[in-house]
C-alpha cells in the first residue's frame, strides 16, 4: 500500500507565492517519477511540472519561469514552488508518482487525494 499526502494549498492573493509538498509513504522500493498535475472547474486534468528519478524535468509552457519542482529523494517527498500566482493557476493540484513496490515489481501510478490552489485577483 502506497499513500501520497499532500500539503501547503491554501488562498493567495495574485502576485503571491505557495509551496507544495507531497510525501510518499509505504512499501516503496524505488520511485521512477514524481510530479504535479492540476484540475481547474470544468477542465481536464493537465501536467503541472513532473521531475524523473535522473533529474530530467518537464514543466508545462503556462508555468515555465513561474513554478519550480524539486525531490528530496531521501524523504521520497516531491515540492513545488509557485510563484507570481495567477488567477489562472487556480486548481486542484495532485500528486503523482509512479512507484515499484519491490524489484519483481513494475512501476505502477499512484495519486494524491489532491489539494485547492486559490488565487484572487
Known amino acids: 500500500q502506497v499513500q501520497l499526502v499532500e500539503s501547503g494549498g491554501g488562498e493567495v492573493r495574485a502576485g503571491g507565492s505557495l509551496r507544495l509538498s507531497c510525501a510518499a509513504s509505504?512499501?516503496?522500493?524505488?520511485?521512477?517519477?514524481m510530479g504535479w498535475y492540476r484540475q481547474a472547474p470544468g477542465k481536464r486534468r493537465e501536467l503541472v511540472a513532473r521531475?524523473?528519478?535522473?533529474?530530467?524535468?518537464n514543466t508545462a509552457d503556462s508555468v515555465k519561469g513561474r513554478f519550480t519542482i524539486s525531490t528530496d529523494n531521501a524523504k521520497n517527498t516531491v515540492y513545488l514552488q509557485m510563484n507570481s500566482l495567477k488567477a489562472e493557476d487556480t486548481a486542484v493540484y495532485y500528486c503523482?508518482?509512479?512507484?515499484?513496490?519491490?524489484?519483481?515489481?513494475?512501476?505502477?501510478?499512484?495519486w494524491g487525494q489532491g489539494t485547492q490552489v486559490t488565487v484572487s485577483s
Open positions: 503523482y508518482a509512479e512507484i515499484r513496490v519491490d524489484v519483481k515489481s513494475i512501476y505502477y501510478p499512484s
Open positions: 509505504g512499501s516503496i522500493f524505488s520511485i521512477n517519477v
Open positions: 521531475i524523473t528519478s535522473g533529474g530530467s524535468i
